[in-house]
């Protein structure tokens, strides 16, 4: 995709006219590249109707593109809703592409959300091969996980020490 292109997908996006919205969005499933998801996540940080916030989900949920990784945890930590970032966590593990390089970020998501969300974030890390893991990373996370000093509720106490397990798993 063109500069220019990009760019007319872009004003396409925030059209205030619903039918040229979906338009773009399906120029950004066809064509689009990982600059979208910034641009996806922005429109869903506004007031959108539901047929295009069902059309944003169709596309995250189906990204392949393992360039698309970083963005994707971006726009969760951008987002101005707990509710929206539970989505986009949702649509990362939907995607089934590799986070683990993004495990860190994850973890302090985790941390730093209620219970529902950071299941979302458990999910993203439980559902990784753990082959996929490097050693780094999973010092990294638990260094986060276990130096993070907060009143958990049960039910996330326990999830996080199912996490620091993981990757204790990892480095054993």
Same mark, same amino acid.
């Given at each position: 995709m063109t500069e220019k292109e990009f760019k007319k997908t872009e004003a396409d996006l925030f059209a205030s006219n619903g039918r040229i919205v979906?338009? %773009?969005l399906e120029t950004i499933e066809s064509q689009g590249d990982t600059r979208h998801i910034a641009l996806m996540a922005?429109?869903?940080?506004g007031k959108t109707n539901p047929e295009i916030h069902r059309r944003v989900f169709d596309i995250? /949920?189906?990204l392949k593109n393992p360039?698309?990784?970083?963005?994707?945890?971006? %726009?969760?930590? /951008?987002?101005?809703?707990?509710?929206l970032k539970r989505e986009l966590l949702s649509a990362c593990w939907n995607s089934g592409l590799d986070f683990s390089a993004e495990f860190p970020s994850i973890c302090r998501?985790?941390?730093e959300t209620d219970f529902l969300t950071a299941f979302e974030a458990?999910?993203?890390? *439980?559902?990784?091969?753990?082959?996929?893991i490097t050693e780094d990373i999973a010092n990294e996370?638990?260094?986060?996980?276990?130096?993070?000093?907060? *009143?958990f509720g049960i039910e996330k106490e326990k999830l996080r020490s199912n996490v620091v397990q993981i990757f204790k798993n990892v480095v054993s």
């Amino acid at each position: 995709m063109t500069e220019k292109e990009f760019k007319k997908t872009e004003a396409d996006l925030f059209a205030s006219n619903g039918r040229i919205v979906l338009e %773009a969005l399906e120029t950004i499933e066809s064509q689009g590249d990982t600059r979208h998801i910034a641009l996806m996540a922005a429109l869903l940080n506004g007031k959108t109707n539901p047929e295009i916030h069902r059309r944003v989900f169709d596309i995250l /949920n189906n990204l392949k593109n393992p360039a698309a990784v970083s963005e994707l945890v971006q %726009a969760v930590q /951008n987002s101005k809703t707990i509710e929206l970032k539970r989505e986009l966590l949702s649509a990362c593990w939907n995607s089934g592409l590799d986070f683990s390089a993004e495990f860190p970020s994850i973890c302090r998501i985790f941390l730093e959300t209620d219970f529902l969300t950071a299941f979302e974030a458990f999910t993203i890390i *439980d559902t990784t091969a753990p082959e996929n893991i490097t050693e780094d990373i999973a010092n990294e996370c638990l260094t986060i996980l276990e130096n993070f000093t907060a *009143d958990f509720g049960i039910e996330k106490e326990k999830l996080r020490s199912n996490v620091v397990q993981i990757f204790k798993n990892v480095v054993s």
